[in-house]
């Protein structure tokens, strides 16, 4: 049996006793990358975060047609239908099928100020509000009826 002295070289270990191999740790991180992947396709939003996430982009729409009417010095008109809205001649697809929208037509004047205005969304059974008071840009609103 062999003794090491103090100071000299331990026994040479196995090559496979080392660890891990940077290569071995690159393809586990890989695969675990994928698996968080497909994960997170496999769980995407259900139908109930279709409104809300038409809304924002509702919100973000109105808000900078409202600039860009500003910018020109010139009224903007937005106008809802059953397929989608139309802003200054471009028409947008609503990314939920089945959206309604009341009012469906809204002018929005190059001055600073906007009158209040709400707006409805509704997809199957669910509302949900848009609201400015005229000097804040339009954001989800709580329903007429609630208490603040």
Do not use: C, K, Y
Request: glycine fraction near 8%.
């Amino acid at each position: 049996m062999q003794t090491s002295a103090p100071g000299s070289p331990e026994r040479p270990q196995a090559r496979g006793a080392r660890g891990f191999t940077l290569l071995e740790l690159l393809v586990v991180v890989a695969l675990i990358a994928l698996a968080t992947t497909g994960v997170s396709l496999a769980l995407r939003d259900g139908p109930d975060r279709g409104l809300e996430r038409e809304a924002q982009r509702l919100s973000a729409v109105l808000t900078a047609t409202h600039a860009q009417a500003r910018l020109r010095g010139v009224p903007l008109t937005w106008q809802a239908g059953d397929q989608g809205f139309e802003v200054d001649g471009q028409f947008r697809p609503w990314t939920q099928p089945g959206m309604r929208v009341n009012p469906s037509q809204l002018t929005l004047s190059p001055e600073p100020l906007l009158p209040p205005t709400r707006i409805a969304l509704s997809l199957g059974d669910q509302t949900t509000w848009l609201a400015t008071d005229g000097l804040r840009p339009f954001a989800p609103a709580p329903a007429p009826d609630a208490a603040p």
